[in-house]
Nanobody
Framework: QVQLVESGGGLVQPGGSLRLSCAASGNIFRIYTMGWYRQPPGKQRELVATITNGGNTNYADSVKGRSTISRDNAKNTVYLQIDSLKAEGTAVYYC???????????????WGQGTQDTVSS
């Protein structure tokens, strides 16, 4: 079993910054791609950003240029910062990790429980 625990976020003013972290624990041999997704009210879950275990990053167009995703492999943790937040940044943010468990060959697609982040004055 692998557990992903997110922290950070909450209420952020327009133009402010959102900082999230997500730590994985449990039966972990290796973590491949880590990422962040979000689900705005009444909409489908969408990609925000991903980072491979080699450090290659990918961002959604909506956050490109004002977001940074990073990871600390020693801590099994992924971070996300979004600057210049807009109202459409209001969403439940989920972290995602592709994990290989010890003793297994296949990988698992693991999700955090989600954290509500609201952009409002």
């Amino acid at each position: 079993q692998v557990q992903l625990v997110e922290s950070g976020g909450g209420l952020v003013q327009p133009g402010g910054s959102l900082r999230l972290s997500c730590a994985a624990s449990g039966n972990i041999f290796r973590i491949y791609t880590m990422g962040w997704y979000r689900q705005p009210p009444g909409k489908q879950r969408e990609l925000v950003a991903t980072i491979t275990n080699g450090g290659n990053t990918n961002y959604a167009d909506s956050v490109k240029g004002r977001s940074t995703i990073s990871r600390d492999n020693a801590k099994n943790t992924v971070y996300l910062q979004i600057d210049s937040l807009k109202a459409e940044g209001t969403a439940v943010y989920y972290c995602n990790m592709i994990v290989r468990n010890r003793g297994y060959v296949n990988t698992r697609n693991c999700w955090g429980q989600g954290t509500q982040d609201t952009v409002s004055s």
